[in-house]
């Protein structure tokens, strides 16, 4: 008769809490990303409630926690810290959606370019969020109003192609069974939902030359025919989306920048001069005051600035990759305070032989 293998004890305590964590509930519920390709998955990701836990309705510390835990959750979606540049891409924003709205021609937008991990997916969004909760405060519901797109950039479909009518028809809920050009009725909907921004994200997919070129006709189609902005967003987006927005066939005079009028916006890491270690305090700060830990205490994790700004070298994507996971794993391990040894023990950017 075949033995039973034997399972060795475990000595790794990470490997510990994750086998001795509560007893699964009989429903899956696991949590899961809201993606945004449709308008409902957008509303649902521009109210969401972000409001940090009260510890006093939390399990008391020591108690062991299940995947779903409410602080858990809040922790891997904490709310946006608003930075310094996100402030200034709203005011940019704001002047030209001024200039655009009761315009039929003529509209020009706004480009946020920059390397990986330096948050440009994260002003996007929360310019998106921005005026598709202000809008709601500011007028009665109405469930036709459509303040805000919010796309990617499609795949590559059959002849190497872009669907842009089909991503615009599922995000609206509109019909498009591939036989039809739904663009009229999407340009119908977008000016009788008042449609105020389009967002569109990752045109660093856009390859160089017919795929850009008919990619950009298609949305300079959408512009003029509605009143919308469009905000473009991805890795070198002003060298993909200026030559097919700006004059190409006047001459440049001597010493004459190529560049057309889109507003363009880079964000960059935090460097490590004065300004650059001031704001990047500044922002840790701010996760600071939004963690949820029963033995957390003010300035804990800003008292550990220095030694984050080394470890992210100042990109915003690692910096709230070790906040997430290392009040996560305070709360798991029940340490509930995030330390330089337990952050140590984190392997986000590091390299280890397992």
Known sequence: ??????????????????????????????????????????????????????????????????????????????????????????????EHLLANRERIHGKTGVIIEGPRGTG????????????????????EPDESRIPVIALRVPPLARG????????????????????????????????????????????????????????????????????????????AARSI????????????ADNEEIWGDYATLRTSRIGYDTDGHKLFTKIVRKFDKNLCLHHHQPDDLTNLHEYLHRRTKGYLRALSQLVSQGAQKAIWNKQERITEELLESLAIGRSRTI
């Open 241 to 252: 989306v200026d030559p097919l927005t700006r004059d190409r066939e006047t001459a440049l």
């Open 120 to 139: 440009k997916t994260e002003i996007l969004q929360y310019i998106g969020r921005h005026y598709e909760n202000k809008i709601a405060r500011l007028y």
């Open 160 to 235: 190497g192609r872009r669907n842009w009518p089909a991503a615009f028809a599922s995000f609206l809920g509109l019909k498009h069974d591939g036989g039809s050009d739904p663009t009229r009725s999407i340009c119908h909907v977008m000016r009788n939902s008042s449609t105020l921004l389009v967002l569109i994200d990752g045109i660093e997919q856009l390859r160089a030359g017919a795929d850009a070129e008919e990619s950009f006709a298609y949305l300079e189609e959408i512009s003029e025919s509605t009143g919308a902005t469009f905000l473009f967003a991805g890795r």
């Open 1 to 94: 008769m075949t033995q039973p293998p034997v399972i060795e004890e475990i000595e790794d305590d990470d490997i510990r809490l994750l086998i001795d964590s509560p007893a699964p509930t009989p429903v899956f519920t696991a949590p899961r990303p809201v993606w945004l390709n449709t308008l409902s998955n957008w509303r649902t990701f521009a109210t969401l409630d972000r409001t940090r836990p009260d510890l006093a309705d939390s399990p008391p510390p020591g108690t062991e926690v299940a995947d779903n835990d409410l602080r858990l959750r809040y922790h891997a979606l904490m709310p946006t810290v608003v930075t310094p540049a996100i402030g200034r891409a709203l005011v940019v924003v704001h």
